[in-house]
């Protein structure tokens, strides 16, 4: 029975650490890996290719595939290359106990034993869910779809850290297709079945090897002379149909493709429909991967001991409930997957219960043929894990050039030798191509060349492969992780932000100073390569945390999302009103850094050079200026625990988004490089400079008040660290953010510019949207005005201007397009001030003087 070690904890149940046939299998099992690898070339070339690389680092890999001495293999591989693996069975019959037991022993979580109920069997794949310290998984390795399923459907919470699902077979792939044409594919998938190397290896050449195989084992009868009928002409027919042709089987051939029917005849085979052929059969083999192939018609006419099975995926061919519902009464065991049935009189033979039968009654196909199907799992792994965000939610095929590596990888060990065109025969297969000529695209020579090298949209010769590869070589291993070139000056930085961003002078060249001296401490404090200096930095540069300080709606925020886009670093936006205290609800403040690091890549290099803005700031003040004698775990307490990674400290993160939790594993992140920017709307804080400037300066009254009027909040200019203090921010926080810059309160003409002048602007949207229905949109310059001065009276700033024409427009957008052949629409003041209704110009008036249209619409209202 099942041997089990320790339980460990995870989430509110004990989980196995494996669950098995039995434990002491494993030596026996250890020895056929052995034997196995031998015939796996392509797995263990991965191994020495990748030795030391460790591609699949960090990755959590759930897979469900018939636990195998190859599958063994492929495990043993995955974990080499650094994954972390727990595994499932695809099917209740296929496991072989020794194979699994020898996993286990490893300290791999394996859950499957041979001849699972199907209760169990779904036990056994939700184990592998989450991983130890509850972990989830963030890689699919599936063979069906029903791991993919479970995900899908009782996990979707652990969608988003998904990173691939890599698919085995055609039941899996279609399912998966299913997803993506229903919009429910949340991750991008590889369809591993449709690789050449797979299908035409795995599902003909295995089945060739595997299909009398299992009947042999499983009955010991005489094949030859035999009629046994294949349904489907598939890659799966086609091996099963060879296997029982070698073997002496006069074989039939049912098909409803007439392509497949054409090449089974070609090959040899008669082609009839399955109610004549079941007639004749001593065995019939399904290979069709559908539904209701064999059902209560066909086993009425079957003859006395016809042997059924199927070798197709899953157990949908052969209508095994209706056989149980109707003559389970009559079934009897002769031995494990082979029982007998009396049918009317007739007694007919069905081998592992209509499931997998060379896994069931044998031991799946050879372990050459899996090599090949198990590298380009090995690969497509790889490439999801490292490059998911290169992919849409879709399902993908791995290219031609890897299906080719995939058999290269075999060559040799069947003494395979290849010949190579030659450059005469390269360029006569090139030149066949109507107006191509025949010459490398990176260095445009001809018949200069040695080799030559063609591909879809471009050519490359031995010369320029040679010369890349010793660029590469001696370039660093991984481009992201390298320093950024200082391109952007001040200067730059600044006209990029002029682009976007109406006024705020100052502030613009403050971030701009800022994050040109972040690149170049950058450099700086770069060991491996000084972009500055050809010695050693002997002074310490410090960083220049900044602090932008302005109203609602004066472009704090617009200013960090634009300079997001400006910088080649890291860069994200945090809101300081989530953030609690460690151990309270909320966020703590390693979460920020848990934001930049998924950022980054999930680089951790990538993630100590990125930069942080952090808004709200002002929400994280202390109650009063006095020290608090009871926890403020939102204010004081935040910007205590703000200090060390602003400062410069290792902190640990969680290597997923969310917070830590006891157990889990930590990345360590160094804050020292990393910029801060913060910025808050500080109200209240004009009245606290205005007191300090009353008290302290003679003269205040006249010189400044009389300047400000009733706009107090033009007093931000002169603030201090003691006003910040008196707010409520502690002493060490404004000391670590060095560089305060003010922002201006926006005037009715800034906003004006807002509206109109921006690359993004406000109007300039709406036109854009407008002229997708070919309409001209244009405001009045009253009405402009109207907007600004109203954003003006409800202090709202930039922020407030959307809501106030989207009173407006959304009525106007709601009629537009059931309104006919309109080429122009014109938004008056009256528009905005009484929501009357637009001028709307016709395309037969369109000629008219637009002055006087507008005009007379005035005349009317008024």
């Known amino acids: 029975m099942s041997s089990t070690q320790s339980s460990v904890k995870v989430g509110k149940d004990k989980k196995l650490e494996f669950k098995v046939k039995d434990l002491s299998l494993a030596e026996w099992g250890r020895k056929e890996i052995h034997l196995a690898e031998a015939e796996m070339p392509g797995l263990m070339s991965l191994r020495k290719e990748y030795e030391g690389k460790y591609p699949l680092r960090g990755a959590c890999i759930s897979g469900c595939l018939h636990m195998t001495i190859q599958t063994a293999v492929l495990i043993e591989t995955l974990v080499a290359l650094g994954a972390e693996v727990q595994w499932s069975s695809c099917n209740i019959f296929s496991t072989q106990d020794h194979a699994a037991a020898a996993i286990a022993r490893t300290g791999v979580p394996v859950y499957a034993w041979k001849g699972m109920t199907q209760e169990e069997f779904d036990w056994c794949i939700e184990q592998t869910i989450f991983f130890k310290n509850e972990k989830p998984l963030n890689m699919i390795l599936d063979d069906g779809g029903d791991l993919t399923a479970l995900v899908f459907e009782k996990y979707p919470e652990l969608v988003s850290g998904i990173r691939g699902i890599s698919e085995e077979t055609t039941t899996g792939v279609l399912r998966l297709f299913e997803h993506e044409k229903n919009g429910t594919l949340h991750v991008p998938a590889i369809n591993i079945n449709d690789s050449v190397t797979k299908s035409k290896f795995d599902n003909k050449y295995g089945c060739k090897e595997s299909c009398v195989d299992a009947i042999r084992r499983a009955t010991d009868i005489m094949l030859a002379g035999k009629i046994g009928v294949v349904a489907g002409y598939g890659d799966v027919g086609k091996g099963s149909a ?164 995939v058999a290269r990888l075999h060559l040799e060990k069947i003494g395979v030798e290849l010949d190579i065109l030659t450059p005469k025969q390269a360029n006569y297969i090139k030149d066949k191509e109507v107006g191509k000529k025949s010459k490398c695209s990176f260095c445009e020579k001809t018949n200069q060349v040695d080799i030559l090298i063609y591909g879809k949209e471009a050519n490359i010769c031995s010369a320029c492969i040679l010369q890349y590869a010793f660029n590469i070589i001696h370039q660093e291993s991984d481009t992201v992780q390298k320093e950024p070139e200082l391109k952007l000056t001040p200067k730059l930085i600044k006209e990029k932000l002029d682009d976007y961003i109406i006024g705020q002078e100052n502030p613009k060249r403050s971030l701009a100073v800022a994050v040109f001296n972040h690149y170049k401490r950058l450099a700086l404090h770069n060991e491996s390569k000084n972009h500055f200096l050809n010695k050693p930095p002997s002074v310490e540069v410090e960083k220049s945390n900044i602090l932008l300080i302005g109203p609602t709606g004066t472009g704090k925020t617009a200013l960090a999302r634009q300079l997001s886009k400006t910088v080649s670093v890291p860069f994200i936006i945090a809101d300081a009103t989530t953030l609690t205290e460690a151990g309270y609800v909320g966020s703590d403040v390693e979460s920020i850094l848990s934001q930049l690091y998924q950022a980054s890549g999930q680089n951790i290099e990538r993630t100590e050079k990125g930069i942080i803005y952090i808004d709200e700031i002002d929400k994280i003040a202390r109650k009063s200026a006095n020290v608090s004698i009871t926890r403020d775990v939102s204010g004081e307490g935040v910007q205590q625990a703000l200090l060390k990674i602003i400062e410069g400290t290792v902190a640990g993160i969680a290597p997923t988004a969310g917070r830590k939790h006891p157990d889990m594993p930590v990345v360590q992140i160094n804050t020292r490089n990393i910029l801060f920017i913060c910025g808050g709307a500080f109200e209240g804080l004009d009245k606290i400079i205005a007191r300090r400037l009353s008290t302290n300066q003679i003269g205040f009254d006249a010189s400044i008040e009389s300047k400000l009027g009733n706009d107090t909040t033009m007093l931000l200019r002169y603030v201090e660290p003691d006003d910040l203090l008196e707010y409520g921010l502690i002493p060490e926080f404004i000391g670590r953010l060095p560089l305060i810059a003010p922002l201006e309160p926006l005037d009715v003409e800034s906003l004006l510019e807002i509206l109109t002048k921006p690359k993004n602007a406000l109007i300039k949207q709406y036109q854009e949207l407008f002229q997708l229905q070919d309409v001209r949109l244009e405001f009045e310059p009253e009405a402009l005005r109207y907007v600004a001065e109203k954003a003006i009276e409800k202090r709202t700033g930039a922020r407030g201007l959307r809501s106030i024409l989207e009173k407006v427009m959304t009525e106007i957008m709601f009629e537009l397009p059931e309104t006919k052949d309109i080429s122009d629409c014109v938004i008056t003041k009256d528009c905005l001030v009484n929501h009357s209704k637009p001028l709307m110009i016709k395309n037969e008036n369109k000629n008219i003087d637009r002055t006087k249209a507008v005009s007379s619409k005035h005349n009317q209202n008024q």
């Open 242 to 405: 060879q296997s029982l042709s070698h073997a002496g089987v006069r074989v039939i051939v049912t098909e409803i493709d007439p392509i497949c029917a054409l090449q089974a005849a070609m090959d040899g085979f008669a082609v009839k429909k399955m109610k004549d052929a079941a007639k004749e059969a001593d065995i019939i083999v399904t290979a069709t991967g559908n539904v209701d192939i064999i059902t209560d018609d066909i086993f009425k006419v079957l003859k006395d001991k016809t042997i059924i099975c199927n070798i197709g995926h899953f157990d949908t061919e052969i209508d095994v409930a209706w056989l149980n519902k109707n003559y389970g009464h009559t079934k009897y065991e002769v031995k494990p997957q082979v029982d007998i049935y009396n049918v009317d009189g007739k007694e007919i033979i069905l081998l592992a219960e209509g499931r997998l039968v060379n896994l069931g009654c044998a031991t799946g196909h050879p372990s050459f043929v899996m090599s090949n199907s198990f590298t380009n799992q090995v690969i497509a792994q790889i490439e999801l894990w490292n490059n998911a965000g290169a992919y849409e939610n879709k399902v993908y095929t791995l290219p031609k050039h890897l299906d080719e590596k």
